[in-house]
């Protein structure tokens, strides 16, 4: 248990710490929030979910344009299937990968890293990479993208399941 919650802890500050070295343009004051920022949500449980006819991965975006309102930014968790490996890959955007579970080899420009739990993989834009599980246990990730696009890039022509949005109650006062 006590791992989980320190795992989410390390999880909640890498998108933070993500968020402000790459996107400080984004910090408003509140008086300048509602002129500057489009429509957003401010809680989620994510978009879509793809799960893959083949089983080899599954994807759930959990922030891409239609609920921050811009594509400053996107994030997803990725779930590699067991014996996984996926074909090398350029990327317009960087790519950020955290490792949840299981390990996962990372192969950037042809030099390759085993990330194991709580360890980062990078991607600049431009740079080809090639994600590889060689265990018989799924590797869960999550993945940022410096800015946004990549996932329509990536995942463009899959059929992605909506997920509902949260209905959050109104307490302005």
């Known amino acids: 248990m006590w791992d989980n919650h320190f795992m989410k802890i390390q999880t909640a500050s890498?998108?933070?710490?993500?968020?402000?070295?790459?996107?400080?343009?984004?910090?408003?004051?509140?008086?300048?929030?509602?002129?500057?920022?489009?429509?957003?949500?401010?809680?989620?449980?994510?978009?879509?979910?793809?799960?893959?006819?083949?089983?080899?991965?599954?994807?759930?975006?959990?922030?891409?344009?239609?609920?921050?309102?811009?594509?400053?930014?996107?994030?997803?968790?990725?779930?590699?299937?067991?014996?996984?490996?996926?074909?090398?890959?350029?990327?317009?955007?960087?790519e950020i990968f955290y490792v949840l579970s299981g390990e996962l080899t990372h192969v950037v420009n042809g030099k390759g890293a085993t990330l194991e739990p709580g360890m980062v993989g990078i991607v600049r834009a431009g740079d080809t990479v090639e994600h590889i599980n060689n265990a018989d246990v799924p590797v869960k990730t999550l993945v940022i993208w410096i800015p946004g696009g990549e996932i329509e890039r990536s995942f463009g022509g899959a059929q992605m399941q909506p997920i509902e949005p949260l209905v959050i109650e109104d307490m302005a006062r």
Do not use: W
């Open 14 to 94: 890498l998108l933070l710490t993500t968020f402000l070295i790459c996107c400080p343009d984004t910090l408003v004051m509140a008086d300048d929030a509602e002129a500057s920022h489009p429509e957003y949500s401010v809680v989620t449980q994510g978009t879509r979910e793809l799960l893959r006819a083949d089983g080899s991965d599954f994807v759930k975006i959990l922030v891409d344009a239609s609920n921050l309102g811009g594509n400053e930014v996107e994030i997803a968790e990725i779930t590699f299937a067991p014996n996984y490996v996926g074909g090398g890959h350029p990327h317009g955007s960087m």
